[in-house]
Every structure is written in C-alpha cells, then in structure tokens.
T-cell receptor, first 112, second 114 residues
Framework: DAKTTQPPSMDCAEGRAANLPCNHSTISGNEYVYWYRQIHSQGPQYIIHGLKNNETNEMASLIITEDRKSSTLILPHATLRDTAVYYCIVRVRTGTASKLTFGTGTRLQVTL | AAGVIQSPRHLIKEKRETATLKCYPIPRHDTVYWYQQGPGQDPQFLISFYEKMQSDKGSIPDRFSAQQFSDYHSELNMSSLELGDSALYFC?????????????FGQGTRLTVV
C-alpha cells in the first residue's frame, strides 16, 4: 500500500545539488512526507519530514508543493557518502503507531 | 545519543531450526516495528507493537511471532526456518505522541538459513 512514486535511479556529480522528486498525489490531510535513505545494507536512516511547509535541517531540504501532491528532497552538496537508496514515505505523524511503508525508492549514485 | 540496538548482528541457522531476534528501542520510545529485507528488495513491514500490544500486522508468516516486553524491548521468534527466510531483519522504534515521533532503525540482524 505504498502511496508514493519515485524514479528508480538518478546520478549526481559530487559537489552538486541532488534533487530527488517524489509523487504522492493521494496523500491525506493528516499524512506527512518522510524521507529516509539506506546506505548499502545498513538500517534506513531518517533524513527529514514535512507537512506542507518547506523544511531544512543539517542533512537536506524538503520542498513540498502547495497542493501537497509532490515533493523534492534536496541534498545541497552531494558527496560520495550520499550514494544510497532514498525512500519517500507518507505517514501519519502522531497519535497512532503508524508504520513506514517502503516503496521502491530512488537509487542515487554520486560520482566524481 | 542512544540508538536502536539489535542482537545478534549475524545469525546462521539450519533449515527447520528456530531463531530469536532481539530489539532494544531508544529509551522512552513506546513503539517497535519489525521489517524484513530480502536480497535486492526493499524493506517489508512485518509487525509492530505499541505499549506492549500488537498495533499492526503486515506480511508476517504464521511461523513467526513477536512480542514486546514490559521494558519495551521486543523479540521476533522464527520457527521452522526456510531458506527463503534468509534476509536482513530491521527493528525500528518511535514515540506515538509528542514533538518527535520519527522512527529510527537499528543496524539489523542478518539471518542466513542454510
């Protein structure tokens, strides 16, 4: 019951910004957009989440469209260590033990 | 900061044996989730517990069972192991209420069934 669509793969040159898109056209009003990444066989790592406003933290920025049907994760200066599978997930944030449902994600390859 | 602890990190079992995986959530987290990730696949949700009660169930085989204990740690019990059970098993924990309800994952247990 994944509710998001992402491109299967993307490339990015080291030092450049990586912009990872996600479509979530059926998102509900109480669902947030979460981004996680998984570096080869490690546990998925939380990156950022948002409801409707743009968000920024030390790892990334999240841009959510006004209609909330899509979003973009931005890694401002990609490094080789950012090579990973990035998952966009919609989830109710609070008041319920809401699971994370992983889709196929985007495999980001950062190159020299 | 304390993270989610899983043990063991690696486990090798023979077919038809049993295995028990353990998960120690981040302190004060009240919810635990279990995921299975087969080779080349994405994590698949198995089961979750909130305040020691099962809160949600995914594609968990009947041969598997899990519980959350009074100290909030959780165990995933797997019986009659099959070759296809070979996978990475991740546990995650979160808080249901509050300002920080993000789920954080452990480093996983790699189960190999031979």
């Amino acid at each position: 019951d994944a509710k998001t669509t992402q491109p299967p793969s993307m490339d990015c040159a080291e030092g450049r910004a990586a912009n990872l898109p996600c479509n979530h056209s059926t998102i509900s009003g109480n669902e947030y957009v979460y981004w996680y990444r998984q570096i080869h066989s490690q546990g998925p790592q939380y990156i950022i989440h948002g409801l409707k406003n743009n968000e920024t933290n030390e790892m990334a920025s999240l841009i959510i469209t006004e209609d909330r049907k899509s979003s973009t994760l931005i890694l401002p200066h990609a490094t080789l260590r950012d090579t990973a599978v990035y998952y966009c997930i919609v989830r109710v944030r609070t008041g319920t033990a809401s699971k994370l449902t992983f889709g196929t994600g985007t495999r980001l390859q950062v190159t020299l | 900061a304390a993270g989610v602890i899983q043990s063991p990190r690696h486990l090798i079992k023979e077919k038809r044996e049993t295995a028990t995986l353990k998960c120690y959530p981040i302190p004060r987290h009240d919810t635990v989730y279990w995921y299975q990730q087969g080779p080349g696949q994405d994590p698949q949700f198995l089961i979750s517990f909130y305040e020691k009660m099962q809160s949600d169930k995914g594609s968990i085989p009947d041969r598997f069972s899990a519980q959350q204990f009074s100290d909030y740690h959780s165990e995933l019990n797997m019986s009659s192991l099959e070759l296809g059970d070979s996978a990475l098993y991740f546990c995650a924990s979160s808080l249901v209420q509050g300002t920080n309800t993000e789920a954080f994952f452990g480093q996983g247990t790699r189960l190999t069934v031979v």
